[in-house]
């Protein structure tokens, strides 16, 4: 039950957003607008790994090695809790020698597809780290995350996820509490006593690979926190305020432009305007399909239009896929072609032209999920990312709405808005937000990935640098190089081994939260 989990939220979400294209929306409004935005990314990551690496990902071809297990608690907190259960570690020790004082390496797993043992050899999460193994000797570990990274029903801290109170050991403190763990583990497993911990992650493990080393200094020397939302927000207005921002970009093979994005701008409020109109609801059923009347309903409206009634990448921005309308700079040529009518017109065109590759997308998600992320944003982080009338947002605005995003965590969780907003102030009280203390950690983002705008894009302190990555997306760095990266994908490397050098060379005792 608890390994179908993301990808339950990955399929759900993949087919909320094509069954809103081909116009199945009967069945797709009944999913929550959560779901479509929350985990938009774990179907892109698939979608950009098979465009960039082919049919198959090096997770389904099976690379790396098998799973490993420790004992691990169930609950940091409570000293009279003595549960345990095993966490599953993958190690790549190639180039390690024995008794040396090589660095070691770990990437942080997290709310991604689950790890394998892809992750220490050819790796969507690290390979950052995986690349640099030969040249420094490192040896490298990945640690699955305690809920999303569950091999087996023994492999999760608790027998049944489903069951009422079984996701209460399920937060970001817990989870690096089971790092802590880990690390001690390790060090006496593999005699690790004179060695500098580094910790690696992008997105929520990118947070986690962060406050791992702001939290347990005395364990990681350093960290490389890849696009780290780590500012928590209930109204995270930045996501599409970035995302229209980055149709404005055209660097490094990006190919916006100011005209692009205020065309698709344009489009999205006509739309909204043609909804209030037989003669614009009949225009609508023309170029979209549909019937006139379907939209005069305000849900209809909004599950249509609210979140863009094509899908518009950016945090999941590839410059090097080939589909019509798959990245920035093919949707932009779509959307600044004068031939092919007004703007609503070529946002129909933009999602006839993505429909011939997302038809065969539909799948058949499990029966049974427990939806982990949703809970952690009720309990920890929000990141509900709205369509705000008056924000940047370039969809049809005031559909997509804190009310809206937020009220699961009542229906699910019993969580009210008020205390989700008190978990919100608490998160960031404890980790710091985007102005954290401490030592030895970099911050890069990409220029057009939205989660950039709740990271740390200004250094507090010496001690805390940041990069900002000319018209990557999100952790793009972390992939797998290949002839076709952007240059500043390549230097973004570079750079990284250039700061995991200058802080293996020195002590990072500076004041630490």
């Keep these: 039950k608890a390994t179908v989990s993301v990808l339950y939220w990955t399929l759900i979400t993949m087919m909320q957003r094509t ?42 071809l099976g690379l790396g090695p098998a799973p490993q297990f420790f004992t691990q608690f169930q609950d940091h907190f409570d000293g009279t809790n003595t549960k345990t259960w095993q966490q599953a570690y993958y190690m790549n020790a190639t180039y390690f020698k024995p008794g040396s004082d090589a660095p070691v390496f770990i990437c942080v797993g997290g709310e991604g597809p689950p790890l394998d043992g892809s992750v220490v050899v050819s790796s969507e999460h690290c390979n950052v780290a995986v690349e640099w193994l030969k040249e420094t000797g490192a040896i490298m570990f990945a640690v699955e995350h305690r809920y999303y990274g569950c ?104 190919g916006g432009s100011p005209a692009c994005t205020a065309n698709i701008a344009d489009g999205h409020k006509v739309i909204g305007q043609m909804f209030n ?34 899908q518009f990448p950016s945090q999941s921005n590839d410059p090097a896929c080939t589909q019509s309308g798959c990245n920035i700079g093919k949707i932009c040529v779509i959307m600044t072609d004068s031939t092919l009518g007004n703007n609503v017109q070529k946002l129909a065109h933009l999602r006839k032209n993505q429909l011939m590759y997302m038809e065969d997308k539909m799948v058949k998600a499990p029966d049974s999920v427990v939806n982990y992320w949703g809970y952690q944003t009720c309990t920890e982080f929000a990141f509900y990312q709205t369509c705000e009338v008056g924000s940047k947002c370039f969809y049809t605005q005031g559909y997509v709405t804190v009310a809206s995003m937020i009220e699961f965590c009542h229906v699910e969780f019993g969580i009210s808005t008020a205390t989700v907003q008190r978990n919100v102030d608490y998160t960031n009280e404890y980790y710091g937000g985007n102005k954290p203390a401490g030592s030895c950690v970099l911050y890069p983002n990409g220029e057009v990935d939205p989660w950039h705008s709740l990271s740390v894009l200004k250094s507090p302190s010496a001690g805390i640098p940041v990069l900002m990555v000319p018209g990557a997306s999100h952790h793009a760095w972390t992939h797998p190089s290949l002839p076709s990266d952007q240059a500043s994908v390549v230097q973004a490397r570079q750079t990284i081994r250039n700061y995991v050098t200058k802080f293996l060379n020195e002590t990072c005792e500076q004041p630490t939260i």
């Design 19 to 60: 069954m809103m294209m081909l116009g199945l929306v009967g069945l797709a409004s009944a999913i929550h607008p959560f779901e479509v935005q929350m985990n938009e990314k774990r179907i892109q990551r698939e979608m950009y790994w098979k465009n960039r690496h082919g049919v198959k990902s090096s997770s389904e």
């Design 151 to 254: 091999h087996n029903i023994s492999a999760c801290p608790v027998p049944e996820p489903a069951l009422p109170g079984a996701l209460k050991y399920l937060s970001s403190r817990q989870a690096l509490g089971d790092l802590a763990e880990f690390r001690a583990f390790a060090t006496k497993q593999y005699g690790l006593t004179n060695n500098k911990w580094v910790s690696f992650g992008g997105s929520y493990p990118g947070m986690l690979a962060g406050w791992f080393r702001l939290k347990f200094p005395h364990l990681v020397h350093a960290s490389i926190a890849s696009s780290a939302p780590v500012q928590a927000q209930v109204d995270m207005r930045g996501y599409n305020d970035v995302t229209a921002e980055a149709y404005s970009v055209s660097d490094n093979g990006v």
């Design 277 to 310: 109109t037989t003669q614009g609801r009949t225009e609508l059923a023309q170029l979209f399909g549909h019937t006139a009347d379907w939209y005069q309903s305000p849900s209809n409206q909004a599950a249509f239009a609210g979140n863009g009634v094509a």
